[in-house]
């Protein structure tokens, strides 16, 4: 009998902190003056989903222009660095160029 007791008591104790709990949430209401609205059913009247934008074929054109213009510049820096005497290998240049110019048409492609 005396379980039964304990039980109940734990559960009151449960129930009091949890009542606590709701009402700490408004605390900060209370110490700001606000008074305490109760929030409305109908907060999102309407939802609205559109579609991903089209391409704009300029624009690929102009990225197509870019990676043309990357490759050029590739083929021009590795002959450069094997004709003439540079200290540093011709990666230094053509990779972080490959690497930009890769993030910016990976960027575009993915976008919504």
């Not at 209370?30 to 089209?54: A, H, K, Y």
């Amino acid at each position: 009998m005396e379980d039964c007791f304990d039980t109940m008591a734990f559960i009151s104790a449960i129930l009091r902190y949890l009542s606590s709990i709701a009402v700490f949430t408004n605390l900060l209401q209370l110490i700001s003056g606000r008074p305490i609205t109760e929030p409305d059913p109908n907060f999102v009247l309407e939802v609205q989903v559109r579609s991903q934008p089209e391409r704009d074929p300029k624009l690929e054109r102009f990225i197509l222009i870019c990676w043309v213009l990357i490759a050029v510049k590739h083929v021009f820096i590795i002959y450069a660095c094997a004709h003439w005497p540079v200290p540093f290998h011709q990666l230094w240049i053509n990779a972080p160029t490959f690497a930009l110019g890769l993030l910016a048409t990976i960027v575009y492609y993915v976008r919504r």
